[in-house]
């Protein structure tokens, strides 16, 4: 059997900082304020951007620098589901023990956490910290003063405190963790002269907006870094370094293309690349490669993202057709107004103007300003190449049933 290197790419996973690309003025902007948390400023920073644009991947990285350069604790908390107070606070402290056991002065701050430490699992390797909830309701009130206590600590063998509280998106919804969040704040600027602790949000621009309602002097405290898409020479360049780590030489044509399916999406290039990968046999990857990688990835992406979203949410027969009707041609991303309509049935034609606007809403489509007035493309450069799959066998299975009957 052919033995193949495990695949470089982590399609939904953040990204092994070796193989991290671009975001140079967010990494360098962040550090700037890492560099005044270890002169013991307290610093707030919201990191947002779209689903899957590499938020985590971004944070993972600075933690990483800000712990070999600047000497930096950092903790990375993901909250995707939690939606209270006590237990955001009780991942806080358990992802600190986690992070301090390793460390010879482990011993330092365990105390701290009273008989309330367990080790988990087999040989011990892994510890959780489960407090009552009367005592983890008050380390909740007196989550400042808790820190200090850490950081005092800690203070000889590191500079300061990373907490990174991954996806918010729940907890940006109650009023109670912008409340709580607000006093920290203030707390700590009316007690503390020092207080070397860096804190990042991360989510979505939407978890902003419902955190600024909820509590419209909590955005002032926030420095806001706002992630886009990669350029295509980052593209290429996460590319070309996760191929060379496999030995595995790519044509420039075959690169050519996996660069501009990517559309200067994070996610995509990942699922590009993987797919690439997995049907390649000869360690070259050529055009033919490459092509069925990318319509192997349209298939993944679909499913995931657009079965879900369009398929199984639009039950209307007539916009599933005139969906196909947009993607005929294969691999073009734009299409006119105009040339879709000419291909409608006059049925189709009545809701044409209610399809544009849904998928505008779903986020299907876009305008393509470059264009034009009545001039539309897809998001990016995979979902038109899904809907034409997907129209072609549906061609296939129509075709089928007729020759049967
Ligand atoms: N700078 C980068 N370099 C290389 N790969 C990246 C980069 N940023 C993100 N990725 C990859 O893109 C995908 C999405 O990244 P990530 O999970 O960090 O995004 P996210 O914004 O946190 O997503 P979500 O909103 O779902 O939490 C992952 O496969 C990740 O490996
Ligand atoms: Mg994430």
């Given at each position: 059997?052919?033995?193949?290197?495990?695949?470089p790419?982590?399609?939904?996973s953040?990204?092994?900082?070796?193989l991290f690309v671009?975001r140079?003025n967010?990494v360098?902007?962040i550090?700037?304020?890492?560099?005044?948390?270890?002169?013991?400023?307290?610093?707030?920073?919201?990191?947002e951007g779209?689903?899957?644009i590499g938020k985590?991947?971004?944070?993972s990285?600075?933690?990483s620098?800000?712990?070999?350069?600047?000497e930096?604790?950092?903790?990375?908390?993901?909250?995707?589901?939690i939606?209270?107070l006590d237990?955001?606070?009780?991942?806080?402290?358990?992802?600190?023990l986690?992070?301090?056991?390793?460390q010879?002065?482990?011993?330092?701050?365990?105390?701290?956490?009273g008989?309330?430490?367990?080790?988990?699992?087999?040989?011990g390797?892994?510890v959780?910290?489960?407090?009552p909830?009367?005592?983890?309701?008050?380390?909740?009130i007196?989550f400042?003063e808790?820190?200090s206590k850490?950081?005092?600590?800690?203070?000889?063998?590191k500079?300061?405190?990373?907490?990174i509280?991954?996806?918010i998106?729940e907890?940006?919804m109650?009023?109670?963790?912008?409340?709580?969040?607000?006093?920290?704040?203030?707390?700590?600027?009316t007690?503390?002269?020092?207080?070397?602790?860096?804190?990042?949000?991360?989510?979505?621009p939407?978890?902003?907006?419902?955190?600024?309602?909820?509590?419209?002097?909590?955005?002032?405290?926030?420095?806001?870094?706002?992630?886009?898409?990669?350029?295509d020479?980052?593209v290429e360049?996460?590319?070309?370094?996760a191929?060379?780590?496999?030995?595995?030489?790519?044509?420039?044509?075959?690169?050519?293309q996996?660069?501009?399916?990517?559309?200067?999406?994070?996610?995509l290039?990942?699922e590009?690349?993987?797919?690439?990968?997995?049907?390649d046999?000869?360690?070259?990857?050529?055009?033919?490669?490459?092509?069925?990688?990318?319509l192997?990835a349209?298939?993944r992406?679909?499913?995931?993202?657009?079965d879900?979203k369009?398929?199984?949410?639009?039950?209307?027969e007539?916009?599933?057709?005139?969906l196909?009707?947009?993607?005929?041609?294969?691999?073009?991303?734009?299409?006119?107004?105009?040339?879709?309509?000419?291909?409608l049935t006059?049925?189709e034609?009545?809701?044409?103007?209610?399809?544009?606007?849904k998928?505008?809403?779903?986020?299907?489509?876009?305008?393509d300003l470059?264009k034009?007035r009545?001039?539309?493309?897809?998001?990016?450069?995979?979902?038109?190449?899904?809907i034409?799959?997907e129209?072609?066998?549906f061609?296939?299975?129509?075709?089928?049933?007729?020759?049967?009957?």
């Amino acid at each position: 059997m052919n033995f193949k290197e495990n695949s470089p790419f982590t399609p939904g996973s953040p990204v092994p900082i070796e193989l991290f690309v671009g975001r140079s003025n967010q990494v360098k902007e962040i550090l700037q304020y890492i560099n005044q948390t270890i002169y013991g400023k307290q610093e707030n920073v919201y990191l947002e951007g779209e689903r899957g644009i590499g938020k985590s991947s971004l944070a993972s990285f600075i933690r990483s620098l800000a712990n070999s350069q600047y000497e930096i604790l950092g903790i990375h908390v993901f909250l995707g589901t939690i939606n209270n107070l006590d237990e955001m606070v009780r991942r806080i402290f358990e992802e600190l023990l986690k992070q301090t056991q390793v460390q010879s002065w482990f011993s330092k701050i365990k105390d701290l956490f009273g008989q309330y430490i367990k080790q988990i699992g087999l040989f011990g390797i892994s510890v959780s910290f489960s407090p009552p909830a009367d005592e983890l309701k008050r380390l909740v009130i007196s989550f400042p003063e808790a820190l200090s206590k850490i950081i005092e600590k800690i203070i000889e063998d590191k500079k300061g405190l990373l907490i990174i509280l991954d996806d918010i998106s729940e907890l940006s919804m109650k009023s109670e963790f912008a409340n709580w969040y607000k006093s920290f704040v203030d707390q700590v600027a009316t007690h503390y002269q020092k207080y070397p602790v860096f804190i990042m949000l991360i989510g979505l621009p939407e978890n902003r907006d419902s955190l600024s309602k909820l509590q419209p002097s909590l955005m002032r405290v926030f420095r806001v870094v706002e992630i886009e898409k990669l350029s295509d020479t980052e593209v290429e360049n996460f590319l070309s370094s996760a191929f060379l780590k496999v030995n595995i030489e790519v044509k420039p044509d075959a690169m050519e293309q996996m660069v501009k399916f990517s559309s200067g999406l994070p996610i995509l290039m990942h699922e590009i690349g993987d797919a690439t990968f997995l049907k390649d046999q000869d360690k070259i990857i050529d055009l033919d490669d490459a092509i069925d990688g990318i319509l192997e990835a349209g298939e993944r992406i679909g499913k995931k993202y657009l079965d879900p979203k369009v398929y199984r949410a639009i039950r209307s027969e007539r916009y599933i057709s005139i969906l196909r009707k947009c993607a005929e041609v294969p691999f073009l991303r734009s299409f006119t107004k105009q040339d879709v309509e000419a291909r409608l049935t006059e049925n189709e034609k009545q809701v044409f103007h209610n399809f544009l606007r849904k998928l505008r809403e779903l986020e299907i489509i876009e305008p393509d300003l470059d264009k034009g007035r009545g001039s539309y493309r897809f998001v990016n450069e995979i979902y038109p190449v899904y809907i034409w799959m997907e129209a072609q066998k549906f061609k296939y299975r129509t075709k089928y049933k007729q020759n049967t009957i």
